[in-house]
């Protein structure tokens, strides 16, 4: 009965109006920044094991005998095109730097309000390396006022068609540069410039824009979503609108409690 229960209530639509329910409440929305925002993602780890991630076509290698019979990877090429996971095969194949493993995961990203670092929006999606960019659009498409605001972000939002896209929008870019130094010793061209740097509101922007940090070591530390439990994307994009609420209602009361 817990189970079926779960499952109903388990939905993107119930976990988004929670969220956005806790923050309508005359207490807490009087708290909010409603011109200030910062954006960030974060990979969690999916439930699924490496060796679940096998060929679309045909089986792959032959399992050992036993349950949790070994595979041998070496001198296997495995992508998101040719592979899928058997177990979850919304995960996909995901590795956050060069000479770091990849792993079977899902990308969370996070909009905080700067005033008083709430979280106001979250999505789950596939991980990928477009990924934050293409969510933080779709929020800024999804916003009910159409009012300037500020962005902030770290240096993977600065990329020069993404930076267009959200000034056609009125959104004034936060964004730390990119100033990654090439191959040949000529540093990347940023797309943010310096008349935008050189504003104290920019530097204060980046000093909060951190604090989204904090929203997401707590929802995997506390919260549990380090590694999900679950499997779907739209189950796991309800846990993790659950979590980004239940990090709100940790930190409400003191906020609450506080004088004006």
Not at 9 to 15: F, G, P
């Amino acid at each position: 009965m817990f189970s079926k229960n779960r499952d109903r209530l388990l939905t993107s639509e119930i976990a988004q109006e929670f969220l956005a329910a806790l923050l309508a409440k005359p207490k807490v929305k009087r708290l909010l920044s409603h011109e200030y925002f910062s954006v960030d993602g974060t990979l969690l780890k999916a439930w699924a094991s490496m060796k679940s991630f096998r060929p679309r076509v045909g089986s792959g290698s032959p399992p050992d005998d036993g349950r949790n019979g070994e595979r041998v990877f070496r001198g296997e090429k495995r992508s998101n095109e040719t592979h899928a996971s058997t177990t979850d095969p919304d995960a996909r194949l995901y590795r956050k730097g060069h000479g770091q493993e990849g792993r079977l995961s899902y990308m969370g990203h996070a909009v905080m309000e700067n005033r008083h670092g709430l979280a106001v929006s979250g999505e789950m999606t596939d991980a990928s390396g477009t990924a934050e960019r293409e969510a933080a659009l779709s929020w800024v498409d999804r916003r009910s006022t159409k009012r300037r605001i500020t962005w902030g972000g770290d240096k993977g939002y600065d990329v020069f068609d993404f930076v267009k896209a959200l000034k056609e929008r009125k959104v004034t870019l936060h964004i730390a540069v990119n100033g990654h130094v090439r191959w040949n010793g000529i540093p990347r061209k940023s797309a943010i410039d310096r008349r935008t740097t050189h504003h104290c509101g920019y530097r204060i922007s980046q000093c909060i824009r951190k604090r989204v940090e904090e929203i997401f070591g707590w929802t995997k530390a506390i919260g549990g979503l380090a590694q999900v439990k679950i499997r779907g994307l739209a189950k796991v994009n309800a846990a993790f609108l659950l979590g980004l609420a239940a990090y709100n209602l940790i930190r409400l009361p003191k906020l609450l409690e506080a004088p004006a």
